[in-house]
């Protein structure tokens, strides 16, 4: 059984469309998380929600939008792709808190903007 | 905030040696914990190892360890016994409160037969 899964796991669009990542979990975690992985496999936390609360909220573009429909739901979504918006974007999950409590991290999705 | 450096973007090993990847963190927190994550071909994150901050023993888990330098803020991973499948980018990751999770710029591993 997938514990976090993503779809798509490729995503090729051109500048200026709009798109969306979904993620799911089926661990029963109340923390879910996006984080982007850049060219030189640099990565960067950009959006947690608990509880379908958003936590924590990077310097990231506004064109970025998470949305929780639930705790086992978190999807991305991004207007007016750049191409700088080409990376993998990594979903993860997890309990929340400053426990050690390992992120279970889902296959990503590699999005190119041409 | 915190900052974690790997100061290693590349290191090889020959298989069934041991190699040693280099983590320092900065946090101001005193509650913490720290991760090594490995990242294969696959692309999938898969944790090595943990180590909490107020633990002064060394994590170890079968061929992995940790040396933890609380004072230097030095996390660095032990490889053992290196094999082909453990070819991937390593990833040090400092967690703070709020599940915040701050990762290294990743050290890549090549075993060579």
């Known amino acids: 059984d997938t514990a976090v899964s993503q779809t798509p796991k490729y995503l090729v669009t051109q500048m200026g469309n709009d798109k969306s990542i979904k993620c799911e979990q089926n661990?029963?975690?109340?923390?879910m998380y996006w984080y982007k992985q850049d060219s030189k496999k640099f990565l960067k936390i950009m959006f947690s929600?608990?509880?379908?609360?958003?936590?924590i909220n990077e310097t990231v573009p506004n064109r970025f939008s998470p949305k929780s429909p639930d705790k086992a739901h978190l999807n991305l979504h991004i207007n007016s792709l750049e191409l700088g918006d080409s990376a993998v974007y990594f979903c993860?999950?997890?309990?929340?808190?400053?426990?050690?409590?390992?992120?279970?991290f889902g296959p990503g999705t590699r999005l190119t903007v041409t | 905030a915190q900052t974690v450096t790997q100061s290693q973007p590349e290191m090889s090993v020959q298989e069934a040696e041991t190699v040693t990847l280099s983590c320092t963190y900065d946090?101001?927190?005193?509650?913490?914990?720290l991760f090594w994550y490995k990242q294969p071909p696959s692309r999938q994150m898969i944790l090595v190892i943990r180590?909490?901050?107020?633990?002064?023993q060394n994590a170890t888990e079968n061929r992995f360890s940790v040396n933890f330098q609380k004072a230097a803020k030095s996390f660095s991973l032990k490889i053992s016994d290196s094999q082909l499948g453990d070819a991937a980018m390593y990833f040090c990751a400092c967690e703070t409160s709020g599940s915040r999770l701050t990762f290294g710029e990743g050290t890549q591993l090549t075993v060579n037969p």
């Open positions: 180590q909490e901050a107020y633990k002064q």
């Open positions: 993860a999950s997890s309990y929340y808190g400053t426990s050690g409590n390992e992120q279970y």
């Open positions: 946090t101001s927190e005193s509650d913490y914990y």
């Open positions: 929600y608990n509880n379908k609360e958003l936590i």
């Open positions: 661990l029963g975690h109340d923390t």
